[in-house]
């Protein structure tokens, strides 16, 4: 095989299919590009026709508003100038897809972002909020690596939100508010999805509503959330679970909840020193990617003999790649989580 019959290659303007002439995810403004998901780095404005998985509308046109967009239900194919495209389900977040390219009997897979978790299938572990990641057979496969490191491995979800719910239960217990900062798309919808709301009323942020009403709309079973400013009776808000983004951190708007512990979710709370830069009470440690077992099963079901690695621990992954026998590269891309952070900032509406 050649590179030149590569079914995707590297563009300053993103990731890009040379015979059906269209990007994935690009991160410069092009013709046509087809979404993986609707997080902002993958998903940003300003391309002339936009291409994703159905189960993704809702969410997608909640962060970009009115774009030209071509929605495919999970499995169904559409052709580009012979080229084969089909979606499939990423479990990262709502309306996550893998991305199926099959040309002249060649078959690659770009995961975008993609949650797995663990070494061996369990459907306890899938994210709830989303359709699981389903494997996809293929040559080539273009992997993220977020968490590709060895020591990222999550611990089971019964437990992670046992945690959480004694974490607020006990804040709960001595009148003080608790404050969990998230994504505001993915993981709080998974937190809310996770924790016992019977343990008292639950506040966002009005950068995670919109979000919400997307996943209700789109069929998520969702517990009831009210924004802060709908809860009339302080009494309430002292045993309220409250989910922000992390950019509220050490805001005015936190001031409104009184007395309150705070925590952080996010995969990145495995590492010691990443709590305390946060100077949070707690660091529960929840990811919406795939752990590092996951990512190796990941890999293995794909059957690919070659892997292209993307955003996240690339030379790890390549090295461990290549001592399994297989062909191993890496992309580099303008994808990261940071920049997901940063562009909550940007849809906090005013006084939110
Ligand atoms: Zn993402
Ligand atoms: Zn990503």
Same mark, same amino acid.
């Given at each position: 095989?050649?590179?030149?019959?590569?079914? #995707?290659?590297?563009?300053?303007? +993103?990731?890009? &299919?040379?015979?059906? $002439?269209?990007?994935?995810?690009?991160? !410069?403004? =092009?013709?046509?590009?087809? @979404?993986?998901?609707?997080?902002?780095?993958?998903?940003?404005?300003?391309?002339?026709?936009?291409?994703?998985?159905?189960?993704?509308?809702?969410?997608?046109?909640?962060?970009?508003?009115? @774009?030209?967009?071509?929605?495919?239900?999970?499995?169904?194919?559409?052709?580009?100038?012979?080229? !084969?495209?089909?979606?499939?389900?990423?479990?990262?977040?709502?309306?996550?897809?893998?991305?199926?390219?099959?040309?002249?009997?060649?078959?690659? #897979?770009?995961? +975008?972002?993609?949650?797995?978790?663990?070494?061996?299938?369990?459907?306890?572990?899938?994210?709830?909020? &989303?359709?699981?990641?389903?494997?996809?057979? &293929?040559? &080539?496969?273009?992997?993220?690596?977020?968490?590709?490191?060895?020591?990222?491995?999550?611990?089971?979800? !019964?437990?992670?939100?046992?945690?959480?719910?004694?974490?607020?239960?006990? $804040?709960?217990?001595?009148?003080?508010?608790?404050?969990?900062?998230?994504?505001?798309?993915?993981?709080?919808?998974?937190?809310?999805?996770? =924790?016992?709301?019977?343990?008292?009323?639950?506040?966002?942020? +009005?950068?995670?509503?919109?979000? $919400?009403?997307?996943?209700?709309?789109?069929?998520?079973?969702?517990?009831?959330? %009210?924004?802060?400013?709908?809860?009339?009776?302080?009494?309430?808000? !002292?045993?309220?679970?409250?989910?922000?983004?992390?950019?509220?951190? $050490?805001?005015?708007?936190?001031?409104?909840?009184?007395?309150?512990?705070?925590?952080?979710?996010?995969?990145?709370?495995?590492?010691? +020193?990443?709590?305390?830069?946060?100077?949070?009470?707690?660091?529960?440690?929840?990811?919406?990617?795939?752990?590092?077992?996951?990512?190796?099963?990941?890999?293995?079901?794909?059957?690919?003999?070659?892997?292209?690695?993307?955003?996240?621990?690339?030379?790890?992954?390549?090295?461990?790649?290549?001592?399994?026998?297989?062909?191993? /590269?890496?992309?580099?891309?303008?994808? /990261?989580?940071? %920049? *997901? *952070?940063?562009?909550?900032?940007?849809?906090?509406?005013?006084?939110?």
């Amino acid at each position: 095989m050649t590179p030149a019959d590569d079914l #995707v290659v590297q563009r300053p303007e +993103g990731l890009y &299919c040379p015979p059906g $002439n269209f990007y994935i995810d690009p991160w !410069r403004p =092009v013709d046509r590009a087809i @979404i993986t998901h609707a997080h902002a780095d993958h998903a940003r404005p300003g391309h002339a026709h936009y291409l994703a998985a159905a189960s993704g509308e809702g969410v997608l046109r909640a962060r970009l508003g009115a @774009i030209d967009l071509q929605t495919l239900p999970y499995g169904e194919a559409v052709d580009h100038f012979g080229v !084969r495209v089909s979606l499939h389900p990423a479990g990262h977040v709502l309306g996550s897809a893998q991305v199926r390219l099959e040309h002249r009997g060649q078959v690659w #897979v770009a995961s +975008g972002d993609y949650f797995v978790a663990g070494a061996d299938d369990d459907p306890a572990e899938s994210n709830a909020t &989303c359709t699981p990641f389903e494997p996809v057979r &293929c040559d &080539c496969f273009i992997t993220e690596s977020t968490f590709g490191l060895p020591i990222y491995r999550w611990a089971p979800q !019964r437990d992670l939100f046992a945690d959480i719910d004694r974490w607020w239960a006990a $804040n709960a217990a001595t009148g003080r508010a608790s404050l969990l900062l998230g994504y505001s798309f993915g993981k709080a919808q998974r937190i809310l999805a996770g =924790v016992d709301p019977s343990i008292g009323p639950i506040v966002v942020h +009005g950068a995670v509503e919109p979000l $919400n009403r997307a996943y209700r709309a789109a069929g998520v079973a969702l517990p009831e959330t %009210k924004l802060v400013t709908e809860i009339t009776d302080k009494a309430s808000l !002292r045993r309220a679970l409250v989910i922000a983004p992390p950019s509220v951190q $050490n805001s005015v708007w936190t001031r409104r909840l009184g007395e309150h512990g705070d925590a952080f979710a996010s995969g990145w709370m495995q590492l010691r +020193g990443a709590r305390r830069r946060r100077s949070v009470d707690r660091g529960f440690v929840l990811s919406d990617h795939a752990d590092w077992p996951g990512l190796q099963r990941a890999i293995r079901q794909t059957g690919a003999q070659r892997v292209i690695v993307t955003h996240g621990y690339e030379s790890v992954m390549v090295r461990w790649l290549t001592e399994q026998g297989l062909e191993a /590269g890496a992309f580099s891309t303008e994808y /990261g989580d940071e %920049k *997901e *952070e940063s562009a909550e900032v940007v849809l906090e509406p005013a006084g939110a």
